[in-house]
DNA sequence: CGCGAACGCTATACATAGTACGGAGAATTG
DNA sequence: CAATTCTCCGTACTATGTATAGCGTTCGCG
């Protein structure tokens, strides 16, 4: 699908009737013969790029690699194509694609003694979180760019703002992490580390469940 | 603020200019005197919330009964504002009303033997988590509406559509696990049984390292 | 008291969305 | 060959955010 270069070259606001058109030399109404609206056109775009994802999970490494290796497909799909984690927000498109990935990431935590409901509620915690992970990265390139200035720019436009607000006397947890945080975010602190550590605390926290199912 | 009181009634999609300000009794081009845009708008409903937010924390019941009060406290507000689900998802207003809450909700977990860095990312953890769930819940709850149609009738329109697609012999996982999840969807489990699954596998996955911190 | 400036507000207008409607030409089919 | 369907297009309507210009009131200062 055009739609999907596109939404990759300029973002999903680029996503218009009339630019798609554009791209496909047509005029805006026409696509209307093959798409009923834009939802649904979305939907397209989302099970699509569902059915291309690649699908190698390591077979015998346990569930824990397996289970590592989803999320790491599931990032890797977000960044190769941001617009993915703004989107799929709603409900899914239910089609070819989504199937083949539900049954796909489902048998790499299958045999892990989860009882079926479990099973589904893992797969949706452990995906949850590889979701919201990319929309704050993807927020945080957005504000960057729309901004057009670095982090560094931007909190010294802020800091008398910020002064105001942020009153170390009354708010001594919020100053000292905060500070804490910022440096680490403009050192060495990469989105990299803050999905190790996310990943690492959901994947103990499975491991906390099926411990206990498998006593 | 108005605006806050239509977006709950309506829906964030009815806060419009035009609508606010008739709700207001002003012309719409009025607000632009107090207010410089529509993301201005909206930055200040979210922190104004924020500041409302009920702050009552056990104080000694350990870090996980407050972690866990931290994260209801959340759950309760993106139940009686839903759009704040859809709408704190870019960059933070980083006004007076988000300050105190960070403030409140670090010292909860704080004194877990965390250094400042893994503090802040724990919290974004469980924040993220709640976020997570609610926008979840808000969509289901918008496609119900919105379709007006129930559940079932919504499956049994779709029956054919994935009679094509849900193939048992193609997908078995899947297919075992979506019926049993799809009974238990429509049976006992409810949403507030995926929140406490949720929610307890984050805990426990904090819980690892603390644990590992604390020796 | 009087007058000019600032303020609060309004009306109009423009750009960009999605998409309803009706029609024109081409392709397929009986 | 006729008829019907399919593909596509131009126009137009609605809703949205917001720029611009102008109106009346009020307030500060001489």
Known sequence: MAAIELADAEGVE??????????????????????????ELL?????????????SMPADDGWRARAAAVADDNRALC????????????RPPLGPGLMAKYEYELQALDSTGLDDVELNAALTHLLGFVQTFARMAADERAVQQDSAMSDKQWWA??????ARVFDPERYPT??????????AHSGAYSPARA?????????????????????
Do not use: C
Request: net charge positive; proline share 5%.
């Open 157 to 162: 436009g802020n800091a008398e703002l910020l």
């Open 14 to 39: 680029a996503v218009t009737m009339r630019r798609v058109a554009q791209v496909l030399g047509l005029s805006p109404m026409a696509l209307y013969t093959y798409v009923p609206g834009k939802a």
């Open 174 to 183: 919020a100053a000292r992490v905060g500070a804490a945080a910022g440096e």
């Open 79 to 90: 960044r190769a194509h941001p617009w993915m984690a703004a989107v799929s927000t709603s």
């Open 195 to 215: 999905y190790e550590f996310g990943l690492g605390r959901v994947l103990d926290g499975l491991a906390a469940l099926i411990e206990k199912r498998t006593h």
């Open 43 to 55: 939907d397209l775009m989302v099970d699509t790029v569902y059915a291309r994802m690649p699908r």
